[in-house]
């Protein structure tokens, strides 16, 4: 395969995912048709038409690069993947039918296994994180791409985190004191990689739970801003597992010792 240009694919995303944002959003206020997958988890028809247009623009700029999605069986058996695409259309599902805001849109370029470009718009929070590459992570801001960088409001006295869960687990908590967390506030979408990219929040901790597509695009926003990705152990996040199952994650500034 001839090495994709990304920059330019990525840029060239953009606004599909600003135009996927508002018909998010355009859907919702129409009264979203819901039901529950065999997994037991909820999907919309909203979850299904961004599903549609993601697959269909990224198809465009990368015919030969296979998508993997959460809402299609598409590609999923494909064995020994390396240079893929994982889209979770709607992250935050729940948030999502129930007028809530944190949800969001997301697509990871892995290449080599490894998350070689990211995109996250949370629609209603008007918020759009685009990556392509080591120090080239950014927000858009009133139409302008502002550079992130993870560690530019860090306080070593007030390490904050997000979690997914008001009720922390004994060994995240043991992580919580050994990195000297001071506090820790609930965030369940793919938006608390982006939160810790541009410095408002240090960190994230997981045991092992959900998918590689809630969590490729987010990673690479995260370490092209500065910040690092590992398991529990120290190791290197790869992509392309048989079953596209998360191991344990920390997400952090890279100031933060592990």
């Known amino acids: 395969m001839t090495k994709p240009n990304i920059k330019i694919i990525v840029e060239n995303l953009v606004q599909t995912f600003l135009e996927a944002g508002k018909i998010s959003l355009e859907l919702r206020n129409k009264g979203l048709i819901k039901k529950i997958k065999s997994d037991n988890t909820p999907v919309s028809n909203g979850d299904l038409e961004i599903n549609k247009i993601l697959i269909n623009e990224i198809s465009k700029l990368t015919p030969d690069i296979p998508i993997i999605s959460e809402e299609s069986s598409e590609n999923k058996s494909i ?3 390396k240079n893929f695409w994982l889209i979770d259309p709607i992250d935050g599902t729940y948030d999502y039918i129930n007028d809530l805001n944190e949800f969001t849109i997301n697509a990871g370029l892995i290449l080599n296994n490894k998350p070689a470009a990211g995109l996250i718009c949370a629609p209603a929070l008007n918020r759009m994180f685009y990556s392509f590459g080591d120090n ?9 791409p502002i550079k992130l960088e993870c560690t530019r409001k860090f306080n070593r006295n007030d390490i904050r985190f997000v979690s997914y869960s008001n009720n922390t687990k004994p060994e995240i908590q043991t992580i919580y004191n050994k990195l000297k967390v001071k506090k820790h506030f609930r ?7 982006c ?23 987010g ?4 370490i ?7 398991d529990f152990d120290g190791n290197e996040i790869l992509y392309g597992k048989r079953n596209f199952k998360n191991p344990s994650l920390i997400l952090r500034n890279k100031y933060i010792k592990w």
């Open 136 to 144: 080239s992570a950014f927000e858009l801001i009133n139409d302008k």
């Open 187 to 193: 965030m369940k979408s793919s938006l608390k990689f």
């Open 195 to 217: 939160v810790i990219a541009c410095g408002e929040y240090d960190g994230y901790v997981a045991e092992p739970r959900a998918s590689e597509w809630d969590i490729a695009a």
């Open 224 to 230: 092209h801003a500065g910040g690092v990705v590992t």
């Open 79 to 81: 064995k020994e993947l």
């Open 219 to 222: 990673h690479a926003i995260l």
